[in-house]
């Protein structure tokens, strides 16, 4: 069964960074497409970043220089390292396998910029 | 890169067929068939039901059908069930530097 489990939200300053982790169950991260998408309280989806399996990784333009896309292939786990963070980038993010066509999502963590 | 448009809220009764748009530009929605459809029930991860414009993965009801027309896909819920009453969100792809970007949603509720 495949399976996505997210850790690693909560409360943080401005300014300060968070490390999302996301581990992944019944295939392996480093064969698939995986990618970040937030959810803003009451808002729409948003895709954030993702990364190939050749390890090309990609980002939009709200979270490019800030955020960084990794995987450990050893932990069968993906990360998201997020630096600078902004009121803005307060969110349920998501891990996600695929990219354009998602077929299996986590639960979502909360990281939640306020001071 | 502007999200893509699609109507706040669409309502049907039980049994109907409603189209819930999602307009982008030509250099999204219009030049690629890269146009997914996703649903989400309130607190719950994202559902994929349409993906490529108009494809339906495994174990997603063939009521749910999806197409495209230039800048503008659609995606179409026939017989119309309680079970569907969520919001739906689409997404295309967009470029190699904006990659690729949803819609702002519709809320589909069955009266």
């Known amino acids: 069964e495949v399976q996505l489990v997210e850790s690693g939200g909560g409360l943080i300053q401005p300014g300060g960074s968070l490390r999302l982790s996301c581990a992944a169950s019944?295939?392996?991260?480093?064969?698939?497409?995986m990618s970040w998408v937030r959810q803003a309280p009451g808002k729409g989806l948003e895709w954030v970043s993702v990364i190939y399996s050749g390890g090309t990784t990609y980002y939009a333009d709200s979270v490019k220089g800030r955020f960084f896309i990794s995987r450990d292939d050893s932990k069968n786990t993906l990360y998201l390292q997020m630096n600078s963070l902004r009121a803005e980038d307060t969110a349920v993010y998501y891990c996600?396998?695929?990219?354009?066509?998602?077929?299996?999502w986590g639960q979502g963590a909360l990281v939640t910029v306020s001071s | 890169q502007s999200a893509l448009t699609q109507p706040a809220s669409v309502s049907g009764s039980p049994g109907q067929s409603i189209t819930i748009s999602c307009t982008g530009t030509?250099?999204?929605?219009?030049?690629?068939?890269?146009v997914s459809w996703y649903q989400q029930h309130p607190g719950k991860a994202p559902k994929l039901m349409i993906y490529e414009g108009s494809k339906r993965p495994s174990g997603v009801s063939n009521r749910f059908s999806g197409s495209k027309s230039g800048n503008t896909a659609s995606l179409t819920i026939s017989g119309l069930q309680a079970e569907d009453e969520a919001e739906y969100y689409c997404c295309s792809y967009a470029s190699t530097r904006i990659f690729y970007v949803f819609g702002t949603g519709t809320k589909v509720t069955v009266l």
């Open positions: 996600a396998r695929g990219v354009g066509e998602i077929d299996y």
């Open positions: 030509s250099s999204d929605v219009g030049s690629y068939n890269l």
């Open positions: 019944g295939f392996n991260v480093s064969n698939n497409y």
